[in-house]
Nanobody
Framework: QVQLVESGGGLVQAGGSLRLSCAAS????????MGWFRQAPGKEREFVAA????????NYADSVKGRFTISRDNAKNTVYLQMNSLKPEDTAVYVC?????????????????WGKGTLVTVSS
């Protein structure tokens, strides 16, 4: 079983920055892909960013390219999402995801492991 615990959400003004963390435990992440999704009220969960573990291949949604950066710390089994130039439309619950099948990590219906999420609110 895999456990994912997010932290770092909060309230920030438009143009500001936040860094989210996702601590993973329970399995050996030798070849797991990890990523972030977000879900705004009344909307479906959408892919934000992914990183292949333990490599450095990354993938981003077009809406966050150039503003968000995903990274990982192998020693801590932790994935980060640095979010810069935040916009009100980035407001959502951000959820950490993990899957042993690398191609699944960008598709919510295919992901096997989820955290509980952390709320990010961007005020205008």
């Amino acid at each position: 079983q895999v456990q994912l615990v997010e932290s770092g959400g909060g309230l920030v003004q438009a143009g500001g920055s936040l860094r989210l963390s996702c601590a993973a435990s329970g399995r050996t992440f030798g070849s797991y892909a990890m990523g972030w999704f977000r879900q705004a009220p009344g909307k479906e969960r959408e892919f934000v960013a992914a990183i292949v573990w333990p490599y450095t291949n990354t993938n981003y949604a077009d809406s966050v390219k150039g503003r968000f950066t995903i990274s990982r710390d192998n020693a801590k089994n932790t994935v980060y999402l640095q979010m810069n130039s935040l916009k009100p439309e980035d407001t959502a619950v951000y959820v950490c995801a993990a899957d042993s099948t690398l191609s699944h990590i960008t598709s919510a219906p295919l992901v096997n492991y989820w955290g509980k999420g952390t709320l990010v609110t961007v005020s205008s």
